[in-house]
């Protein structure tokens, strides 16, 4: 079973940058296809991006493509989410969440995922 700790969330105002971590670990640490999620308050979970561990593919819901950047460390065992040009509606807690890559699922489906972190807190000011 895999563990996720993501941190640096944070109050920003508006334009600001902020960069997120996820680290992983676990007993017999397989590969492993990485996504972060958002949820802002009263609203349901979203999809923000994701990232293919072996090929490093990745993917961008459209409201945050320009703007975010999804990358790995693979020695890390970590993956990070580098946030630009930041508005208040990207405010939300936001988690990182893992799948066993040899499924090969569709990481903008939320159901996928097998494993997630305990979330971080992003607030944007204007």
């Known amino acids: 079973q895999v563990q996720l700790v993501e941190s640096g969330g944070g109050l920003v105002q508006a334009g600001e940058s902020l960069r997120l971590s996820c680290a992983f670990s676990?007993?017999?640490?397989?590969?492993?296809?990485m996504g972060w999620i958002r949820q802002a308050p009263g609203k349901e979970r979203e999809f923000v991006a994701a990232?293919?561990?072996?090929?490093?593919?990745?993917y961008y819901a459209d409201s945050v493509k320009g703007r975010f950047t999804i990358s790995k460390d693979r020695l890390k065992n970590t993956v990070y989410l580098q946030m630009n040009s930041l508005k208040p509606e990207d405010t939300a807690v936001y988690y990182c969440?893992?799948?066993?890559?040899?499924?090969?699922?569709?990481?903008?489906?939320?159901?996928?995922?097998?494993?997630w972190g305990q979330g971080t807190q992003v607030t944007v000011s204007s």
């Open positions: 990232i293919r561990w072996r090929t490093s593919t990745t």
């Open positions: 969440a893992a799948e066993p890559d040899y499924k090969y699922s569709d990481l903008r489906v939320l159901d996928v995922y097998d494993a």
């Open positions: 676990g007993r017999g640490l397989s590969s492993y296809d």
